[in-house]
């Protein structure tokens, strides 16, 4: 069976562009399977990954502690590790995934499938003729309804992320140090509302996601105006020296 570690950087304050970093993977066809410095953890850092009644367990190699899903693993402690669950290493995270192949599907599958499909297929046929307004009605349904604001909702939050972290923006901003404190604050806010929205998205009522809506709306405003005028404070006016010294040069 296939397994896949996903590596990736990680630091304390969780920056948004460290949350949503692609990473490096590591394929393994089989267990056992150790990682180490040359698969790019940090120094002084070592697992080892192996089945045991059917759960997968992994020990500390090296000579530096981890940390498994929030649990210190001493060096040559062994626990067992779940599905998607996340090691620490210092500077490091790597995720354990246990990949499942697709398996065949045989004739009388398919044939029973393409029977299925094709009652359904039917049955809409019938009650879309019986219905005239039967499309107007799924389009007012509630269901249907959630899953539209659902989506149009995390489409705007992945285009403003990626309007918060363009390459260009950053550098603009690189010199003024209010202004790159600014945008930090804007890219905060906004990894506060993907975190709220992973955890508790399909749980919002109509009102709260429309509120949601709203609020993205204005952190876009927000966001566009810095873009035009990244800077925070205007740019103080020159100290005009010469005319005051002359005049009172003048008068004495």
Known sequence: MPYQLLLRNHSENGALAEIFARGSSLDFANAPFSVGEAQGLPAGCGLEFREQGGAMMVCNTGSSAVSLDGEELLRGAERRISHGGILYLRDKELRYYRLHGRPGVSWAANAIGLVAVSGIALSLLVEVAAFAGFPQFLKRSDGIRRFQELQALNARVDSIRK???????????????????????????????????????????????????????????????????????????SVQIDGPVKHLIETK
């Not at 790159?180 to 905060?188: G, K, M, N, P």
């Open 163 to 237: 309007a918060l972290n363009e390459k260009e923006l950053e550098e603009l901003v690189a010199k003024d140090s209010l202004s790159a404190a600014y945008l930090r604050s804007l890219q905060e806010e906004m990894e506060r509302r993907v975190a709220y929205l992973r955890r508790h998205g399909e749980e919002l009522t109509a009102s709260e996601r429309q509120a949601q809506m709203e609020n993205l709306g204005r952190l876009e405003e927000l966001l566009k105006d810095f873009s035009a005028h990244p800077a925070v404070l205007a740019p103080l006016p």
